[in-house]
């Protein structure tokens, strides 16, 4: 018989939860920097840029996200490299952010006139000075409420790491379940947790992209 309560199992749970909150944080914020590089490459003038960026994003875009952990997690170490799993974690989601941010941005930079482009290649502007005075101003507008929706994506995200033994939320909730014989009040935490993570943002995306179109 368990001599956890359920206070005990929501307790351990809460402090696991911290790590997931960490780790999404970690993955956007890395990812998102890695995604602004991605999408200047992308729209870049060099066919070289976009090719390599194209061929970056179909990978990430193309594969499932466990098979780019264990890649990571496993094909470090093959190098004689001692990769722990919080840093397996944060390298797989931030490439696998990083891929989709990008084309959710060129998106959003794409939405942008070619009269915006234009204008400001009259004004004796480069490429670079377009972007950061002409249009990712206009595009970022667009871009917040799908990106901040995608970071829904990236808190489901983090559950796979616990495949590697990183101990978030679910990680926690298995080893807690081993424990307690208590798969259902555990799980049943652990979704609620999830919930209460991700829905939030949910609604904020919504909000904010209601806002956007009556701003337009």
């Known amino acids: ?6 206070w005990d199992i929501l307790r351990n749970l809460l402090l696991a939860a911290r790590w997931t909150v960490v780790l999404s944080i970690v993955a956007f914020i890395c990812g998102g920097l890695a995604g602004l590089v991605l999408l200047l490459m992308r729209t870049s003038k060099k066919r ?12 990430f875009q193309g594969t499932p996200l466990l098979m780019q952990l264990f890649l990571l997690f ?12 919080w840093i397996a ?3 797989a989601l931030t490439l696998f952010s990083s891929a989709y941010l990008a084309e ?32 990712l101003p206009q595009a970022l507008r667009i871009a917040i409420a799908p990106t901040v929706g995608f970071s ?13 033994g990183f101990v978030e939320l679910t990680k926690a909730g298995s080893m807690i379940t081993n424990a307690t014989f208590a798969p259902f009040t555990v799980f049943g935490l652990v979704a609620l947790m999830y919930f209460c993570l991700c829905f939030p943002l949910s609604l904020y995306a919504r909000r904010l992209e209601r806002k956007m179109n009556v701003t337009r």
């Open 74 to 85: 496993f094909g470090i170490a093959l190098l004689g490299i001692d990769v722990s799993p």
């Open 104 to 135: 959710i941005w060129r998106g959003c930079v794409e939405a942008i006139s070619r009269g915006q482009w234009e204008a400001s290649s009259s004004l004796a502007m480069n490429y670079f000075e377009q972007m950061r005075y002409v249009i």
């Open 89 to 91: 974690a944060g390298l």
């Open 48 to 59: 070289t840029l976009r090719v390599i960026s194209h061929a970056y994003i179909e990978v």
């Open 1 to 6: 018989m368990s001599d956890f309560s359920t």
């Open 152 to 164: 829904v994506q990236v808190v489901k995200g983090t559950a796979v790491t616990s495949i590697i």
